[in-house]
C-alpha cells in the first residue's frame, strides 16, 4: 500500500504541473499581451515613450519578456566603465546595441529615437522561469542588512503572542515567526515555505496572488494586544506576519525590540477562501443529512409513494437550469425578508448566509439522493440478500447491516473531494448573490487578464482536486477492508 500511495502522490504531481506548463503556455503565447492593459487605470494616463517604457517595464515584471533600456545595455555591456556609454558615445551605444542583438534581443527604438532591447521568452523559458521561482525558501541568512551588523542569525523557540502556544521563531530570516498555531484554518501556520506565483496585476496591483486569496476582506479590526515592548494598545496588526524592516520608525520602536516591523493587519470579514469555504462545508454538511435518509428510504420503499415522490423532485432539480433555479429561490427568500445580495446584511448577520447556502445544499441533493438510490436497489438483487432473507433476517435489519455498507460505498468516495472542493466556491450562486468568495475569482481573473492570478488558481483548483481523488479511494479502503489498490488485488 505504501508504494501504491507513493506512486499515486507522484503521478498526481505530475499531472498538476502538466496541466499547470499547459495553462502557462497557453496564456503567454496564445493571449495578446496587450490584454493585459485593458484594465489598468495606471496605462490610460499614459502616452508616447512613457506609456511604452512603462508597458515593457510591466511585461518584464509579468514574465513576458526581458527588457532592457539603452542605459541598462550599457550597464550589461560594460559594466564599471559604462558612464560614458551612459552619457551618449555613441561607438560605445553602437557597440552595447550590437551585444544585445549578438544574444538574440530585438533592438527596437522609442519615438525619441533611444534604443532599446527585448527578448520574447519562449515555451521553454517561460516554464524555467516560472518554476524555478515557484518554491521560496526562507533561511535564516536571508536577511543581510549591513546597517544592522549586530543582527544573529539564528532560529528558536518561542510563544504565539496570541494564544501562548509554541511557535518556531528565527532571527536573520524574511519573517520572524516561522511556524505557529492558531484555531483559523488551516490550523497550522508556516512562514518557512512559500509558493511564489507572482504578483497580482492589473487589479491589487503589486500584491502577491496568495495573499489576495488568502489575507481577509473588508476595513481593519483592531484587537487589543500585548508588543514585545511590553505596549498594550489596540491595533490591527498581525504580529506573527511579521517580516524584517530595514528602515525602521518611532512608532515600530514603540512595539517591537528587533526590525521584524512589516506585518499584515487583521480585517473584519473573512479572506474570500475562507468565505467559499464556510457556505460550502454547511451546504454540504446540508445535503447529506436530506439526501441519505431520503435516498435510502426511497431505495426501501421502492415504487411507493416515497419513492415517486422522490423521482419527481430528482427529476425537477436536474431538468431545471440552476441558474433559474437559484433566481427562483431567491425571490422566495425575498418573501422572508432574507436580503438577495450577500453584502446588503454583511459578514455578521446568518441571515446573509441562509439562502446562498441553503440554495448549495438542494443543488448538491439530487445526485446524492439518485445514486444512493440506485446503489441499494442493485445491492438488493445480490445473492448475498437472498441468503439473509432466507436465514430469516428482517428487511430492516438486511439493509441496515449489509446493503447500506455496500451501497454507501461509492458515496464515501466523493465526500473528500465534496469537502476539499468546497475551498472553490460555486460560481454561479456567489455570482447570483454577491458573495466575495473564490467562485467568480477565476471568471474574473481571466477576464481582467489577470494572468498570475488565472494561474494561482488553476494551481490551486488542480492540486486540490487530484488530492480529493487520492483521499476518497484510500478512504473506500478504510470502509471496506476488502478493497485493495494495490496490484494485488487488482489495481
Known amino acids: 500500500m505504501k508504494k501504491y500511495i507513493l506512486r499515486r502522490i507522484l503521478k498526481s504531481i505530475v499531472s498538476i504541473f502538466a496541466v499547470v506548463s499547459i495553462i502557462i503556455v497557453m496564456i503567454y503565447t496564445m493571449v495578446p499581451s496587450e490584454k493585459v492593459f485593458d484594465n489598468d487605470a495606471g496605462a490610460k494616463k499614459m502616452k508616447g515613450d512613457q506609456l511604452t517604457t512603462y508597458k515593457l517595464r510591466k511585461l518584464e515584471e509579468l514574465g513576458y519578456l526581458d527588457f532592457a533600456s539603452r542605459l541598462e545595455m550599457c550597464t550589461a555591456t560594460f559594466g564599471d566603465d559604462a558612464k560614458a556609454c551612459q552619457d551618449g558615445d555613441e561607438a560605445m551605444n553602437a557597440q552595447a546595441v550590437e551585444a544585445f542583438a549578438a544574444k538574440g534581443y530585438e533592438i527596437k527604438e522609442l519615438k525619441s529615437g533611444e534604443q532599446y532591447a527585448v527578448h520574447n521568452y519562449r515555451w521553454y523559458e517561460l516554464l524555467w522561469r516560472f518554476y524555478s521561482k515557484l518554491v521560496v525558501v526562507d533561511s535564516k541568512n536571508a536577511i543581510q542588512d549591513p546597517d544592522n551588523p549586530d543582527l544573529e542569525h539564528k532560529y528558536y523557540w518561542g510563544k504565539n503572542p496570541y494564544n501562548g502556544t509554541p511557535a518556531l521563531l528565527c532571527s536573520g530570516c524574511t519573517y520572524k515567526y516561522q511556524m505557529y498555531f492558531n484555531g483559523t484554518f488551516p490550523f497550522i501556520h508556516q512562514n518557512k515555505f512559500k509558493l511564489n506565483f507572482g504578483t497580482s496585476f492589473p487589479t491589487n496591483q503589486g500584491v502577491a496572488t496568495t495573499q489576495v486569496i488568502n489575507d481577509g476582506q473588508g476595513s481593519n479590526k483592531k484587537i487589543s494586544q500585548t508588543f514585545e515592548t511590553g505596549l498594550e494598545e489596540e491595533s490591527a496588526l498581525i504580529q506573527t506576519s ?227 481523488v487520492l483521499i476518497g479511494d484510500l478512504l473506500m479502503t478504510v470502509v471496506d477492508p476488502r478493497i485493495s489498490l494495490t496490484e494485488k488485488g487488482g489495481e
Not at 530595514?246 to 506585518?263: P, W
Not at 435518509?293 to 411507493?304: E, N, T, V
Not at 429561490?329 to 455578521?348: A, E, V, Y
Not at 454507501?408 to 455570482?431: M, Q
Open 242 to 468: 511579521c517580516q524584517y524592516k530595514y528602515l525602521t520608525d518611532h512608532l515600530d520602536e514603540k512595539r517591537f525590540t528587533d526590525h521584524y516591523a512589516t506585518c499584515r493587519s487583521f480585517h473584519e470579514s473573512p479572506s474570500m477562501v475562507e468565505t467559499s469555504y464556510i457556505l460550502g462545508l454547511i451546504a454540504l454538511v446540508i445535503a447529506y443529512v436530506m439526501a441519505i435518509p431520503l435516498g435510502i428510504s426511497m431505495a426501501q420503499h421502492k415504487d411507493k409513494a416515497i419513492d415517486k415522490i422522490g423521482i419527481a423532485y430528482i427529476n425537477l432539480l436536474i431538468a431545471v437550469p440552476s441558474l433559474a433555479f437559484i433566481f427562483f429561490m431567491r425571490s422566495i427568500g425575498t418573501l422572508f425578508n432574507l436580503p438577495d445580495k450577500f453584502p446588503q446584511l454583511g459578514f455578521k448577520d446568518i441571515r446573509s448566509y441562509i439562502m446562498p447556502v441553503l440554495i448549495l445544499a438542494l443543488l448538491q441533493t439530487p445526485s446524492l439522493m439518485m445514486w444512493l438510490r440506485r446503489y441499494m436497489i442493485d445491492q438488493s438483487n445480490a445473492d448475498y440478500v437472498k441468503f439473509a432473507r432466507a436465514k430469516g433476517l428482517s428487511q430492516r435489519e438486511i439493509f441496515r447491516k449489509h446493503i447500506l455498507r455496500n451501497a454507501i460505498i461509492p458515496i464515501v468516495n466523493g465526500i473528500p473531494g465534496s469537502i476539499i472542493l468546497c475551498i472553490s466556491g460555486a460560481l454561479i450562486t456567489e455570482s447570483a448573490f454577491a458573495v466575495p468568495g473564490m467562485g467568480k475569482m477565476l471568471p474574473d481573473a481571466i477576464k481582467q487578464t489577470n494572468n498570475n492570478m488565472v494561474i494561482t488558481l488553476v494551481f490551486i483548483f488542480t492540486a486540490l482536486s487530484i488530492l480529493s
